[in-house]
C-alpha cells in the first residue's frame, strides 16, 4: 500500500493549483486530503468519512476542478456538481474553491435560495462548468428547465448526513439521477449510517472507503462540562458566559427561542445576535461577518448554523438547550476545537434535564465533568471565561447600504421544501 502523500507537490493535482496552494500557505495535505485525492482524480467513486474542519472541501474540490480543466460547459449544463445542505455550507465551498478555480479558468456558480431565482437562472444559462447548490433551489431550477444535469460527469454531497437529517434525501435521489449514469460520485460525511448507507448502496459504484477520524473525532481536542444550574438561574448564567473576553456559540433549540437569548444578552450588555433559518440571507450574512470580526462576541444560533460553518479560533461552544440527540451534540460541538487547536463544549443542564442529557452525552461517545455553578462562581469563570455583564444596553452596529447582488454568485438556502426550517 502506497503511502499517503507529505506534501501537495506528490499528488496529481494539475500544475496550475501548486501555486495557487503555494500562494494560500499550504504545503502539507491534511489526512483526509492525502487519502482522497489520489483516488478522487483516478475516477473512482469516494466514499469519506471525516469531521467537519478536517479539509473536505480541497479533498473534494481539488479533483475535481484537476478532473474539468480544460472543458467548457454549454448554456444550462454544467459539468460538475456539489450539494451541500445549508445556504453557508454553500457559500463557503465556493469561495475556498474560486482561487483555484480562476486558475483553471473554470466558472462556478451558486445555486441556493433566498436570493434571486432568475439571476440565477441567467447565471447558468450563461454557462458555468460547477454548480455548487443545496438540493431545494437546484430541483427548482431544474424542474424548470434552466438547469440540466444530463452532462454532470462529476458530482459531490458533502455533509450528506446533515442533507439526510434536514429531508432532503427524496431531492438528492432526483438530482442524481439526472445526471450522467457513468459519472462520478463522491460522498463526505461525518456519520456513514441509516439513509445515508441507503443512498451509498444506491448510487456509488464499487466505492473506495475513506475514514481519517474515528466516530467521535470531532471531539478529541474538547474538554466537555455538564453545568448544573437552576432555572431562575439560567438567563443570568447565560450573559455571565456571553461576557467573556473572548466570542462564544450558544446554541438554543428554536429560532423564537434565538431572538430572546440574544434580546435578553444585549439588554444585559452583552454583543450577541441571533443566527437561524428565519433571518434573510443578508441579514445571515451580516451576521456571521459581525461574529468573525469580533462585532458580535456572542452569536445564538439554532442547528442550522452547527454544520458546515467555519469560525476561526473559537474556543467555546454552549449548548443553552441541550441538543436532541447525540449526533447534533457533536456537529454543535464541531464548531470549535478546529484544525488540531482545543476548545470546550459546555452544556447547561436544568434538574428535569439532567438524567436524558447524561444519556445523550455518552452516546456521543464523550467524557463530561459535572458541576453545579451559579452565575457568579468562580468554576463558572475558569471553565467559560465568564464575567460580570456591563448591564448597560449593547448595540450593533448598523448595516451597511444594500449592494447589489454579485455577478459571479448568489447566496442563500435551499427553497425549504422538504426542509425543517429551525
Excluded at 101 to 111: D, E, M, Q, S
Amino acid at each position: 500500500m502506497t503511502a499517503p502523500a507529505a506534501d501537495f507537490a506528490e499528488l496529481p493535482l494539475h500544475p496550475a493549483l501548486g501555486a495557487v496552494l503555494a500562494r494560500q500557505g499550504l504545503t502539507t495535505p491534511s489526512p483526509i486530503q492525502a487519502a482522497t485525492i489520489p483516488d478522487a482524480i483516478s475516477g473512482r467513486d469516494v466514499l469519506g468519512r471525516a469531521r467537519t474542519g478536517s479539509g473536505k472541501t480541497l479533498a473534494f474540490g481539488l479533483p475535481l476542478l484537476t478532473r474539468l480543466a480544460g472543458l467548457r460547459a454549454r448554456p444550462r449544463r454544467p459539468l460538475g456538481m456539489v450539494l451541500v445542505p445549508t445556504r453557508e455550507l454553500a457559500a463557503q465551498v465556493a469561495d475556498a474553491l474560486t482561487p483555484y478555480a480562476n486558475a483553471l479558468h473554470l466558472r462556478t456558480v451558486i445555486v441556493v435560495g433566498g436570493m434571486s431565482l432568475g439571476r440565477q437562472a441567467e447565471r447558468l444559462r450563461s454557462g458555468a462548468e460547477i454548480v455548487i447548490a443545496t438540493p431545494g433551489r437546484l430541483n427548482d431550477l431544474v424542474e424548470r428547465g434552466d438547469c440540466l444535469l444530463d452532462e454532470v460527469t462529476i458530482t459531490v454531497l458533502d455533509e450528506a448526513d446533515q442533507m439526510a437529517d434536514m429531508g432532503f434525501l427524496p431531492q438528492v435521489s432526483s438530482l442524481l439521477q439526472a445526471t450522467a449514469p457513468s459519472g462520478q460520485r463522491m460522498l463526505f460525511s461525518a456519520t456513514l449510517d441509516g439513509d445515508v448507507d441507503r443512498l451509498v448502496r444506491r448510487f456509488l459504484s464499487n466505492p473506495v472507503r475513506h475514514s481519517v477520524d474515528p466516530p467521535a473525532g470531532s471531539v478529541v481536542a474538547m474538554e466537555h462540562h455538564l453545568l448544573h444550574v437552576e432555572s431562575g438561574d439560567k438567563d443570568a448564567t447565560t450573559a455571565w458566559i456571553g461576557a467573556r473576553d473572548g466570542r462564544v456559540i450558544m446554541f438554543v433549540k428554536t429560532k423564537h427561542r434565538a431572538d430572546r437569548v440574544a434580546r435578553r444578552l444585549l439588554a444585559a450588555g452583552v454583543t450577541a445576535a441571533a443566527l437561524h433559518g428565519g433571518k434573510s440571507q443578508p441579514q445571515r450574512t451580516r451576521i456571521l461577518d459581525q461574529f468573525k470580526s469580533g462585532a458580535v462576541n456572542a452569536l445564538i444560533a439554532t442547528d442550522v448554523a452547527a454544520r458546515g460553518i467555519h469560525i476561526d479560533d473559537l474556543d467555546l461552544v454552549v449548548n443553552v438547550d441541550p441538543p436532541n440527540d447525540a449526533k447534533d451534540y457533536l456537529h454543535r460541538g464541531g464548531r470549535t476545537a478546529r484544525a488540531g487547536r482545543a476548545g470546550t463544549v459546555v452544556t447547561l443542564v436544568l434538574a428535569e434535564e439532567r438524567r436524558e442529557t447524561a444519556r445523550l452525552v455518552a452516546a456521543a461517545g464523550v467524557r463530561a465533568q459535572s458541576t453545579t455553578v451559579r452565575p457568579e462562581d468562580a468554576e463558572l469563570a475558569r471553565i467559560t471565561g465568564a464575567r460580570t455583564p456591563s448591564g448597560t444596553p449593547a448595540t450593533l452596529p448598523a448595516p451597511a447600504p444594500a449592494r447589489a447582488e454579485p455577478v459571479r454568485a448568489a447566496r442563500g438556502s435551499g427553497s425549504g421544501r422538504g426542509r425543517r426550517r429551525r
